[in-house]
């Protein structure tokens, strides 16, 4: 009976703020732990998302660097955690999946999300088509234009787009409906944010400042292990099954543990993911890997952890590349800039 009366309770259980941190806080805990909940995302994971994904023997890599290390005739066996053939292509969705879950017990009808490769913003789309939660991704023109089959994606899993010639103030809007995917109690929405420079900075901003003028019917939905607590705990621990099926399918396969996990680092999401298990076992190393552009030293790189310093970002202390005021300074990336 406990969880029906958190189903009950309003999403606002935070109008008075406390939803932000505290007060929500004990609520996600409570609601993570209960059998039931935990039960319908054990679920919805093996049977909407596809899990276990398969811990899988890359042959050609091992062999190409078996034949590189000529002098032993020996190199590591490698083998790739296979995210990506999950429901939505990344490990977006295992987050995405139990913060939308919450959302719902919460009692909250609409969720706000911030994309910028928009794996997340899929991910989140695909959640909530689920659920039957209004979604709404906010997204940079810049990396909309970059990442057009994303865009697709969450268009095709919703049913409109919504374009906002200005982020703020939402000027001029138009509606598209896309044909047979239009769904009548719930719809998706693509809002482009075209400020500033149009990538991930600016479509966070716009998102977290839309969800604190709707707090009394929408959740915010953190992709990443970044922000003011208990949101980086919180996406560590629904990644965190990734490190779990590894642990068992290294023992399944060769009966040991990995030596070396290597992940690579945009924001930090799949590498904790993957390392949480591990990291009190002192005979694994833990290795993540952010991208170092055209030179540490070119200021054309996102190696935040590696060369940033310690800042404060949307109100939490974070490591940031940063000028000497304080300003954050743009990533570079192939990927979206
Ligand atoms: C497939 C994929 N891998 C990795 C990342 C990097 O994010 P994170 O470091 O949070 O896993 C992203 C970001 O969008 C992604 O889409």
């Known amino acids: 009976m406990a969880h029906l009366a958190l189903e009950s ?10 939803s932000c941190t505290s007060g929500a806080e004990k609520r996600i805990w409570y609601i993570w732990h209960l059998k039931v909940h935990l039960a319908e995302l054990t679920t919805a994971l ?27 005739g020996d190199g590591p066996e490698i083998y790739l955690k296979r995210e990506d053939l999950g429901h939505s292509g990344s490990h977006k969705m295992n987050n995405a999946l139990a913060q939308a879950m919450i959302a719902r017990r919460f009692g909250c009808s609409r969720v706000v999300v911030a994309t910028g490769a928009g794996q ?38 919703g049913a409109q787009r919504e374009d906002a010639a200005k982020a703020r103030g939402m000027a001029t809007e138009v509606t598209l409906s896309i044909g047979p995917f239009k769904l009548s109690e719930r719809t998706n929405k693509v809002r482009q944010v075209s400020s500033l420079e149009g990538t991930f900075q600016d479509a966070s901003s716009e998102a977290i ?18 922000g003011p607590h208990p949101s980086p705990v919180m996406v560590r621990e629904f990644q965190s099954v990734i490190g779990k099926e590894t642990r068992k399918q290294a023992k399944r396969l060769w009966g040991g543990k990995p030596d070396v996990l290597v992940a690579c680092v945009g924001s930090g999401s799949n590498a904790l993911g993957l390392f949480h298990e591990f990291v009190g076992d002192e005979d694994v190393r833990l290795v993540g890997v952010e991208a170092a552009g055209l030179g540490l030293d070119s200021g054309k790189h996102s190696a935040t952890l590696a060369v940033g310093d310690v800042g404060v970002y949307h109100g939490s202390m974070s490591y940031l590349l940063q000028d000497d005021q304080g300003q954050i300074l743009r990533p570079h990336s192939i990927g979206v800039e």
């Open 9 to 18: 309770a309003s999403c606002t259980s935070g109008a008075d703020g406390a």
């Open 46 to 72: 093996r049977d909407y998302v596809g899990r276990e994904m398969p811990l899988y023997l890359a042959e050609r890599l091992t062999e190409h660097y078996r034949n590189k290390s000529r002098t032993t």
């Open 120 to 157: 997340h913003g899929v991910a989140t789309a695909a959640a909530c088509a689920k659920l039957s939660l209004e979604c709404t991704v906010f997204m940079g023109t810049t990396d909309i234009e970059k990442q057009s089959s994303n865009v697709l994606s969450m268009k095709l899993l």
């Open 209 to 226: 400042r839309n969800w604190v003028e709707n707090l009394e019917t929408t959740y915010y939905l953190s992709g990443t292990v970044v």
